[in-house]
């Protein structure tokens, strides 16, 4: 395997990009970087601050200088904004929807995405909506993962409930299908694959499947052996 390896994980909302990205960072002992944590990060500093969240110049320009870091191994990754852990608080609701509308202005992005390559610089197993296209276009083995709408709802409603135990079903696949569109429609950098990405469709399949099929992939792009 090479030291430097750059995997690239791209999907929509709930395809099992995080939980397949911890467990490929894990097998092939890489950093582990959930991307959406970034911009869910500095989506709580804005509302945190006096920042006028539909301010787009004064949000991007937070973005460039707000402290966010990501620390620990890949199964306990933690989020840290300005010094203090916020893992627990970036999941919320409010977070995620913010998140999801902070993600489409221009000067945010830029912010994120050269924050991105400066955390995978040593190698790294990354996630999220433009790792293969824009974040690492040369990345040494790129994925689009999908899955039915159905599916990837049930998944993100059941890490939503733990947060929120009153949130319903159809609330989530509501707001999952207008985040969907709303991610794969935006001018600057939108959600799609990569001419290049290995297409993973996790419908029907088990997490330890398409984990398996994903780390197959990786060995015969990169001609490295499997890991023990």
């Known amino acids: 395997m090479p030291k430097k390896l750059i995997v690239a994980i791209d999907g929509p909302s709930g395809a099992g990009k995080s939980t397949l990205g911890r467990m490929l960072a894990r097998a092939l002992d ?3 970087l959930d991307t959406g944590s970034l911009y869910r990060a500095v989506a709580l500093a804005v509302m945190e601050s006096s920042v006028n969240a539909s301010d787009d110049v004064a949000v991007g320009s937070l973005a460039s200088r707000v402290d966010i870091d990501l620390k620990g191994d890949p199964d306990s990754l933690r989020v840290w904004l300005e010094g203090r852990d916020v893992t627990e608080q970036i999941r919320s609701e409010e977070v995620t929807e913010l998140s999801s509308i902070i993600s489409t202005i221009p000067a945010v992005r830029r912010a994120m995405v050269a924050r991105q390559r400066e955390l995978a610089e040593r190698g790294a197993v990354l996630n999220g909506r433009d790792i293969g296209t824009v974040v690492f276009p040369n990345a040494d083995v790129k994925f689009f993962l ?3 709408p159905q599916e990837r709802a049930q998944r993100r409603f059941a890490e939503e ?6 949130i319903s079903f159809d609330e989530t696949l ?3 299908t207008e985040r969907d569109r709303r991610d794969s429609t935006r001018e600057d950098s939108p959600l799609k694959a ?3 990405a290995i297409i993973v469709d996790s419908t029907g399949l088990s997490i330890q ?3 398996e099929q994903m780390l197959r992939a990786i060995q015969e792009k990169s001609g490295g052996e499997p890991p023990a």
Do not use: C, I, K, N
């Open 30 to 32: 890489l950093l582990y």
């Open 146 to 148: 999908t899955g039915s």
């Open 194 to 196: 990569a001419e290049d």
């Open 161 to 166: 409930r733990l947060v929120d135990p009153s």
């Open 174 to 176: 509501a707001d999952m």
């Open 209 to 211: 499947q398409v984990f």
